[in-house]
């Protein structure tokens, strides 16, 4: 039931996501883009990554996509001229759909063999299986041990093996061990405060 | 150093903007980089990239320091300001970015340095907002950036996904353990492929390059060779080319190689670029700057010294013997034709290629010479600001000093860069071997 | 030899003046202390250069016989590692 529920909501994600890009309508497609935040929310729930998944729901769907959509709405573009735009783009579709598919092709001859035997498998099971490994829920196979031995300080261990809550353990790591990250993505921030400031400050 | 300067900069900005004229920011900066650049930055892990990070910083500084005021003729174009408070801000950003990108060894802290560096240098591109062209191109930059980011973050969780490691060092260990699980492996494998792609794409190599023009220029397609800065962008995409030729060997030679040749086209590079910033200073006499090859017809007669300067940058590039282009495209050549690499025939094609299309590039090159020395300027814009000229110098020297309006430090850094690339063939041992011990230093630390 | 790396230093510095003001299209000699600036500057330039040109040989002499040994146990003395 819960594999089903997984795979159901990434399957959502990923739909929306398409319908993000080719719906004509600005506001229903961020309509769509908050689907997407709430559907890969409720994912990473589902798999026990409750801090990060709720996070979502505050900062993209709570902030960034409402934001999005008073803007848009404020813009008042005129739906003619997207729809003019939107036909050169469909032009291109059987182009990318070629290209798409060749690239998908690669990629699942490169993945491990471990996502599935057949194709239509490791078709919804791609996220699946790499957001599973990438926050350390599926079993470990023997790499896992080799890299223990090099690091014994790793964020795998340190998410799981804490017995405090998600958010302490990550607030230690990155406190502590990721202090120089922090210090960097506030950096960022800053300059993503003062890039808007620059570009749209009126000089008289 | 620069973080520093960074908050004193950031909090003189708003508070004394009225007072200190953004030229002044910028030498600021200028200094402050070049004095960051003497104490050698701020995160040194490597002799390597320490040097690196030096040459970054002075080149910086060099930049910025050669920024011309032109906030004495603004008055005449109305509001618009040419250079603008922020952008030594902006510069700094992406400064900062940059040399951690060089001393990181970790994948978390080279992403984050890489977006730090590339936001700023997407603000950068747009920073002239009221011009179409540069929205245009800072927004087809952010979008391709973001591709190009987007797949190395894809690259990065695929190997931590494969791995569970991000140190650079310990996924080098792990793969080095023979009886690694082969699924793992290429797992890894895929994500350094993608990892590679986006950064070919962020430094618009061959196959991925079809953006740079575009944000150079920042006009529609379909102009092909006789706008300039679209000609040098696909100059630096040939470049990159012999860059990344050098880079594939990873041998002692071939590291070597690849550091003289950053150096000196870097250093080719900004001297091409301040050298047309000057021109189009004096040719047009506003701040815009230059983007037909036709505006430089006959610049040789009105400006003989930016000119040979300008035609000695070009030739450096297109690799003409007594110039230090020459000596770096000789030394790549040489470290990929070298015995330990005969065993690959695919390396002698790649050179031979590589001479092929740098002898067709010199015709491009050789194209603009001819048209700044024996064309004569037929548009009646040219005329009319030849003529200006002629009547400038009969005034006052005042005058004169104020029509040139290429400012002191400019000429300075103008004319320091292009006796560095005449002269280095009189002692090319110092630049050969600093290069050599850096590159020996990678080996052998 | 420090003589002539000052004066090599120093004429390379006023030849770097007076191109700079040729490229202003100003007479060579305008701004005569900023000569005289860039002479004390290129002076003191060619000396570092001398000096860094010396330090980098030493490493990279030191560094080339670090390689060697590195390279000749790589090759001979295999075994004993």
Known sequence: MNNFLLDFLALGAIVSGILVITSKNPVISVLFLISVFVNVAGYLVLLGVGFIGISYIVVYVGAVTVLFLFVIMMLNLQLAELNAVGSEYTQNLPLGAILGSVFLFELTSVLPPVLGQSFSQVMLGVLTTIHSNLLGKTDYNNVNDVHLAFQSLNIDTAFTSTSGLQIQSIGAMLYTHAAIWLILAGVILLLAMISPIVLSMNRK | MLTISLISLLIAVPLFSYRITPDLFNRITSLSLAFAGYLSGFFHVTNLSQGIEVFLLVVGSIILISWANFSINTSRYGSETPTISEYSLLIIFTTIGGSLLISSSDIVSMFLSIELQSFAVYVLATLYRNSESATAAGLKYFLLGGLSSSLILLGTALIYSNTGLTHFDSIYNLLSVEDIDSGVFRGVQLGIVLIGVGFLFKVAAAPFHNWAPDVYDGTVLGLSQYKIKRLLTYSTISHVGFLLLAL??????????????????????VNVFIVLLALGYIISNTPYDIEFIEQLKSQFGQNPFLSVSFAVCLFSIAGIPPLIGFFAKQIVLYSSMNENNASFIGYYFLSITAILVSVISAF?????????????????????????????????????????????????????????????????????????????SLFYY | MPMSATVIGALLGLGTQMYSNALRKLPYMRHPWEHLLGMGLGAVFANQMVKWDAKAQEDLDKLLVKARQANERRYFDDDED
């Open chain 2, 364 to 440: 491009y090159y050789l194209k603009i010479v001819q048209a700044m020395y024996f064309e004569k300027s037929t548009s009646f814009s040219e005329i009319r600001s030849s003529d200006g000229e002629r009547s400038t110098i009969e005034l006052s020297e005042s005058t004169l000093y104020k029509a040139t309006s290429v400012s002191n430090l400019h000429s300075v850094a103008i004319a320091t860069l292009t006796i560095v690339i005449v002269l280095f063939i009189f002692q090319p041992i110092i630049l050969l071997n600093s290069c050599h011990l850096l590159a020996l």
């Open chain 2, 248 to 269: 594939s060997m990873n041998t002692q030679e071939s590291v070597e190689s690849f550091i003289f040749y950053l150096v000196q086209y870097t250093i080719t590079n």
